[in-house]
T-cell receptor, first 114, second 115 residues
């Protein structure tokens, strides 16, 4: 069965600093990979996704992620964090039923210092 | 824009009550999902429906059932609510298929407290 690990439960960065959120997955085949963000009191919003092709994926709000098959990782990055990026971030892998059934990681809560 | 709505943002019920959580999507999506979200555990799939009257168990279906009588509506039912079902419940939908089509769109969630 597939699984997703987000090793960092909480991360605090200063506004303007760079950000990297880690995600490791376990899945036997080529995965569908997603990053979602949940702002306080909001539903989840898709930041970016990877299915195939270029391993560096660009998303919304200036985020990008890199798929590394050899490391089973799909880390999320942003070069300069804004205070509005404070939220919880979830990595997910799509598996069963043509990738429609998602398995999520436990989430990383990002706090941004002024 | 896709809109997924959930009937309540907050709900308080008593142990043993039957609880219905309703979800409606307005984009003619084939698939609908119910998740529960708990701190540190992320989202866990309870049930998935890929067509009217069709369903598939997710990772944690015990204590829950679902109903999908119309394409746009997917209900989660707690037959006899228990305190360990206190959680945030999220509904989602997607177009189905493969490739770039399986982005899921989420509702705002229902925070259920069982006393």
């Amino acid at each position: 069965a597939q699984s997703v690990t987000q090793p960092d439960i909480h991360i605090t960065v200063s506004e303007g600093a760079s950000l990297e959120l880690r995600c490791n997955y376990s899945y036997g085949a080529t995965p569908y990979l997603f990053w979602y963000v949940q702002s306080p009191g909001q539903g989840l919003q898709l930041l970016l996704k990877y299915f195939s092709g270029d391993t560096l994926v660009q998303g919304i709000k200036g985020f990008e992620a890199e798929f590394k098959r050899s490391q089973s990782s799909f880390n999320l990055r942003k070069p300069s964090v804004h205070w509005s990026d404070a939220a919880e971030y979830f990595c997910a892998v799509g598996a069963g039923n043509a990738g429609n059934m998602l398995t999520f990681g436990g989430g990383t809560r990002l706090m941004v210092k002024p | 824009d896709v809109k997924v709505t959930q009937s309540s943002r907050y709900l308080v019920k008593r142990t043993g009550e039957k609880v219905f959580l309703e979800c409606v999507q307005d984009m003619d999506h084939e698939n609908m999902f119910w998740y529960r979200q708990d701190p540190g555990l992320g989202l866990r799939l309870i049930y998935f429906s890929y067509d009217v009257k069709m369903k598939e168990k997710g990772d944690i279906p015990e204590g829950y059932s679902v109903s999908r009588e119309k394409k746009e509506r997917f209900s989660l039912i707690l037959e006899s609510a228990s305190t360990n079902q206190t959680s945030m419940y999220l509904c989602a939908s997607n177009l189905g298929g493969t490739g770039g089509l399986n982005e899921q769109f989420f509702g705002p969630g229902t925070r259920l407290t069982v006393l």
